[in-house]
């Protein structure tokens, strides 16, 4: 009777840690990595996302000057996913695979390039007389403006955003977060003009308020042009960008979790320094 009983709370037990076990990705520790490349040129392709669907924003792996990318997401061994490779002037690609019994697994993807497909309409020469002659004409104002409503992976030389966007309009705003090196939370606002897009991301970061304005042209579901970024501190940067949107849905955006700060003015970049002021006490005066 004794060695039933105990024979059953260790099944329970087993059952119970098997229940935990698969209940909580963050316990599988597998990766899926592998290469891009140019199905023609047979290059590596550089800033490839290759993404693995999670439900939320999705688990991301971006491939480097060689063509290689790591999604480390905690996969579980011997299970089916499927991942989606986007990259710049290429469609979309999916591959499917199992995971080995550590939960590993290699996925290689070879892209086609696109090209691109343009449209020219017909005018009448003295359509173009009359509009190159009104010193109001601007060549982008008769071009109706893309749709950039949805979620961006934004890539620049050294990190990576996601960006919600909603569109009114000729206006852009919504959202943005970065989760490393630092987690941080952003404001967005812009404009689109025919394909040329101009967007602003203001965020605090490590007590500084951080501007960085996008300047880039719109194709279909990309953005590719240049970045200028200036903070608080006095720090400027520039450099490359190049954006695919992954979702026309908005939905599934959620803030970067980024530990409180002090309410303090030196917390926001102004250059106070509160230590210098002094503190002075009050006596209540008898009446």
């Known amino acids: 009777m004794r060695q039933n009983i105990l024979g059953l709370l260790l099944i329970g037990v087993i059952l119970a840690a098997t229940m935990l076990v698969e209940g909580d990705s963050s316990a599988f520790k597998g990766t899926i990595f592998g290469h891009v490349f140019d199905t023609k040129s047979g290059n590596p392709i550089l800033s490839a996302m290759v993404r693995y669907d999670d439900g939320k924003d999705g688990i991301i792996g971006l491939t480097d000057a060689e063509g290689r990318y790591s999604i480390n997401g905690g996969f579980a061994p011997s299970t089916s996913y499927t991942l989606t490779c986007y990259a710049s002037g290429y469609p979309e ?13 290699e996925a290689n993807f070879r892209l086609e390039s696109q090209p691109p497909v343009v449209t020219v309409p017909k005018v009448q020469s003295d359509d173009v007389i009359t509009k190159s002659a009104d010193p109001e004409y601007r060549p982008n104002s008769d071009i109706a403006a893309q749709n950039l409503e949805g979620t961006w992976i934004l890539n620049t030389d050294e990190s990576q955003i996601l960006m919600a966007l909603y569109q009114s309009e000729n206006l852009l705003f919504g959202a943005a977060k970065s989760e490393a090196p630092v987690p941080w939370n952003g404001l967005v606002n812009g404009s689109i003009s025919g394909n040329e897009v ?22 279909d579901g990309t953005l590719e042009g240049r970045f200028v970024q200036s903070d608080t501190n006095g720090r400027v940067k520039d450099g490359t960008v190049i954006a695919i949107m992954f979702s026309t849905e908005t939905s599934g955006y959620q ?6 700060e002090a309410d303090t003015i030196a917390e926001v970049g102004l250059p106070v320094d509160v230590s210098k002021f002094d503190v002075v006490s009050f006596e209540p005066v008898p009446l």
């Open 255 to 260: 803030p970067a979790i980024v530990p409180r």
């Open 198 to 219: 101009q967007i602003q991301i203001l965020s605090l970061r490590d007590g500084a308020l951080v501007s960085t304005i996008i300047t880039a042209s719109a194709g």
């Open 93 to 105: 690609a999916k591959k499917t695979l199992i995971t080995d019994p550590q939960g590993n697994a």
